[in-house]
């Protein structure tokens, strides 16, 4: 009997193609609309996911604080190397401590130049970050004691100043002062901040406040990673940064502290929640077009009811049970639905990439979400097409077949 319903239902679609079809796309557009959605909101967990392991792992960042002191004076000063010192002789559940000093710069060579985030480092700044090298050598620890005039360079800005040339052994002008290039960094993508991590270069820390730095304020440091030990709680490295921050920059009164910490696991836990309740969000919104496209069904299948009551009233003439009536309407209702539902997945899928394509962000795409969505529309298809098959089956024969 199911078979039977389910070839009557597909030669009716056939039919009347046009009119399936526009029943069809309130389904079409709400499977569609809710694939999308969680497909570009896992895309975004998962950029989230990669931009903050690209710091490193189990990281902790202090920046210096951002405002004003409720007195009027001004929170913000950059961190000293004997503060950092001070740091590293007392965290002892940090396996790096990298103080980075930061400038975007002008970075020449040759007769081509480029804006370069110039970072001044020391030993654990490529522990911290996990930072591996493409090509070349690391800097010593003979260099970075005596600030030695050499460098890392990111892809970005070697594809900016060198283009295929490469640049080992290359000398650059930073600012006022020249370096000569003796590794190239591995690609890290774009950062937390949506900022391009490759266009850098990475050099000693003494070499940077004496040559592009450029003063002689000792607080030249913007800003310190720690990378705890493997295992070490996060919530615990933060308490105990806290406690001897507040010894090396105790807050004067009526101040707040002077310097903020960021734990990246915290970070990285609150952006995918907030992103995972904006997908929901989203998602449910969408879904209210499968709701409509539900209705559209209801509406129709009542119209092709009305218009083949002389067909139903035929078939209940000659011997067609009621229930074979309610399962051949109710068929073809699901029917509708499932072929908007594979439709609907089908547009989804190629939207879904092309948007994660668009906006830089990996493209996800979940087949259960896609087939629960599926699931949705043939359960559609049963809850709004069974008033129109219970109206078909309760006809009376004979008044049907005197209708006109």
Partial sequence: MFLNAFALALKQIRRNMLRAFLTMLGVIIGVGSVIVMIAIGNGVKANIQKQIQSLGSNIIMVHTARGFASGGGALKRNFSQNEVSILKKNLGMAKAVAPVASSETLVRYGGKNAQVQVNGVDMDYLIATQWKLQSGREITER???????????????????????????????????????????????????????????????????????????????????????????????????????????????????????????????????????????????????????????????????????????????????????????????????????????????????????????????????????????ALIGVVFGYIPAKKASMQDPIKALRYE
Avoid: H
């Fill in 143 to 377: 260099e970075y004691d005596s600030g030695a005039r050499v460098c890392l360079i990111g892809t970005s800005a070697i594809n900016e100043l060198f283009g295929n040339e490469n640049p080992l052994g290359a000398r650059v002008r930073v600012k006022d002062s020249v370096c000569e290039i003796i590794g190239v960094l591995e690609s890290k993508g774009q950062g937390g901040m949506g900022n391009d991590q490759d266009n850098v270069i990475l050099m000693p820390l003494k070499a940077f406040s004496k040559f592009v730095f450029g003063a002689t304020s000792m607080f030249f440091i913007s800003r310190i990673m720690i990378s705890l030990e493997d295992g070490v709680d996060s919530t615990q490295g933060v308490a105990k940064l806290r406690e001897i921050m507040l010894q090396i920059r105790p807050p004067q009164e009526g101040q707040r502290e002077r310097f903020e910490i960021w734990d990246t696991k915290e970070m990285a836990k609150t952006m995918e929640e907030t992103t995972k309740t904006m997908t929901l969000f989203l998602g449910s919104i969408a879904s209210v077009s499968l709701v409509v496209g539900g209705i559209g069904i209801m509406n129709i299948m009542l119209v092709s009811v009305t218009e083949r009551t002389r067909e139903i009233g035929t078939r209940l003439a000659i011997g067609a049970l009621e229930s074979e009536v309610l399962m051949q309407f109710l068929v073809e209702s699901v029917v509708i639905s499932m072929l908007g539902g594979l439709i609907g997945i089908f547009i989804g899928f190629f939207v879904a990439l092309f948007a994660s394509f668009k906006m830089l962000i990996p493209f996800v795409f979940d087949w259960w979400v896609a087939l629960g969505a599926f699931g949705v529309s």
